[in-house]
């Protein structure tokens, strides 16, 4: 069974206080790892897609990373409107289902 | 263009009310999923439909059933809502993950659901 396992659950940030968001995987044949920002209220907001292990996309002050077992997002000089719920998910190779952390909930303080 | 759109924005039913939550995508994607969101447990598919035509049982279907109209639209309906149905449903579509398309998926706004 595939697992998608996001720490912290919740992270508080100083605005310029740059940090990492953790999204540990287990999934046979990883066939894309996906990125989300979700505000209160709303729908989630596609980030970036990683399919290799190595592989990089950045954002504006977003930067993901792969790994074999894990991704990072990584958060330069946060600023409030960086305030969100981060989510994760990954997509095994042959199936359309695609399998969701519960997220981290991110905070930035001006 | 709109994206993935849904109505109604709320509702909110008595058990054993039945409804039906409604979607539309117009980025000409063949693939749409229903999705709920409860706190603590993130993100579950409900049903999928990989193309026009086809629908498939996702991680939490019991209560639930589908109707992929057309290539646009996808319906979730609830026959006889109960409590534990309670909770903000997101519809998601994506171009073909399986024949070859990306595989992003993108979100609605989410119908929130209320059942007493």
């Known amino acids: 069974e595939d697992q998608v396992t996001q720490s912290p659950e919740a992270l508080r940030l100083q605005e310029g206080e740059s940090s990492s968001l953790n999204c540990s995987y287990t999934?046979?044949?990883?066939?894309?790892l996906f990125w989300y920002r979700q505000d209160p209220g709303k729908g989630p907001e596609f980030l970036f897609t990683?399919?290799?292990a190595g592989e990089e996309k950045e954002k504006e002050r977003l930067k993901a990373t792969l790994t074999k077992k894990e991704s990072f997002l990584h958060i330069t000089a946060p600023k409030p409107e960086d305030s969100a719920t981060y989510l994760c998910a990954v997509r095994r190779g042959g199936y359309q289902k695609v399998t969701f952390g519960i997220g981290t909930k991110l905070q930035v303080i001006p | 263009n709109a994206g993935v759109t849904q109505t109604p924005k709320f509702q909110v039913l008595k058990t054993g009310q039945s409804m039906t939550l409604q979607c539309a995508q117009d980025?000409?994607?063949?693939?749409m999923y229903w999705y709920r969101q409860d706190p603590g447990m993130g993100l579950r598919l409900i049903y999928y439909?990989?193309?026009?035509?086809?629908?498939d049982k996702g991680e939490v279907p019991n209560g639930y059933n589908v109707s992929r109209l057309n290539k646009r639209e996808f319906s979730l309906r609830l026959e006889s809502a109960a409590p534990s149905q309670t909770s903000v449903y997101f519809c998601?579509?994506?171009?073909?993950?399986?024949?070859?398309?990306?595989?992003?998926?993108?979100f609605g706004p989410g119908t929130r659901l209320t059942v007493l």
């Open positions: 439909s990989a193309s026009e035509g086809t629908t």
């Open positions: 990683l399919y290799s």
């Open positions: 999934v046979s044949g990883l066939r894309g």
């Open positions: 998601a579509s994506s171009e073909a993950p399986l024949a070859g398309g990306t595989d992003t998926q993108y």
């Open positions: 980025m000409n994607h063949n693939s």
